[in-house]
């Protein structure tokens, strides 16, 4: 059964940094890509970043560009978003998502994600 759960939110002022990381189990997590996604109230769900099977490539939303990093270590079966310069529309739950196929490329839709955590709330105070 594909488990993921994200840990790692917490309240910080505007301005500073927060590390998520998302376990994975239940699957061969070093074959599939992985991305971070975001719902804040009132808004829908949204793109943060996107990370290969590999961790060879990476893709971020042009709204957390240059202030985010997403990561893995795939001997932990984990992934990584780190979150730095933040800012209090950067207030909402962060998920973690699996592809729903294997060996696939990265993507920013969120049809192509099977699989989601419960969620992590990050927020971010002026």
């Known amino acids: 059964q594909v488990q993921l759960v994200e840990s790692g939110g917490g309240l910080v002022q505007a301005g500073g940094s927060l590390r998520l990381s998302c376990s994975a189990s239940?699957?061969?997590?070093?074959?599939?890509?992985m991305a971070w996604f975001r719902h804040a109230p009132g808004k829908e769900r949204e793109f943060v970043a996107a990370?290969?099977?590999?961790?060879?490539?990476?893709y971020y939303a042009d709204r957390v560009k240059g202030r985010s990093t997403i990561s893995r270590d795939n001997a932990k079966n984990t992934v990584y978003l780190q979150m730095n310069s933040l800012k209090p529309e950067d207030t909402a739950v962060y998920y973690c998502?699996?592809?729903?196929?294997?060996?696939?490329?990265?993507?920013?839709?969120?049809?192509?994600?099977?699989?989601w955590g419960q969620g992590t709330q990050v927020t971010v105070s002026s």
């Open positions: 990370i290969s099977w590999s961790g060879g490539s990476t």
């Open positions: 998502a699996r592809r729903r196929t294997g060996g696939s490329g990265y993507s920013d839709r969120i049809s192509d994600f099977g699989s």
């Open positions: 239940g699957f061969t997590f070093s074959t599939y890509a």
